[in-house]
């Protein structure tokens, strides 16, 4: 079973509940808690903090998706979000989460 984004990235996590807390994004902040790492991003770039936390689709995601940059992270945080569920975590210039997923790996 994949890990929970909260016991892998726990102070990344915590920055992601109250950004999203700050902006009024509390539908998305109760959400966190139970996001999983389901896969890494897959761009080969060691520096890149992304990861999915829903099945990659097989094309764009399609209808009812949209792009929440949220200010007051760290970095450069924007989450995919499809009919209000986030179903994937691009952190950027954040070597923090990128180090510690690519932990999860080894």
Known sequence: M???VTDVLPEFSAELIAALIDRGDVVLAEQIPELRV?????????????????PRPHGPWGPGHRNVVVD????????DVVNNVITYVEALEHPDVAALLQGRES
């Open 72 to 79: 007051g992270a760290k970095g450069i945080v924007v989450l």
């Open 2 to 4: 994949a890990a929970k």
């Open 38 to 54: 389901v896969a890494r991003c897959g761009c080969g770039d060691g520096s890149c903090g992304s990861f999915y936390v829903a």
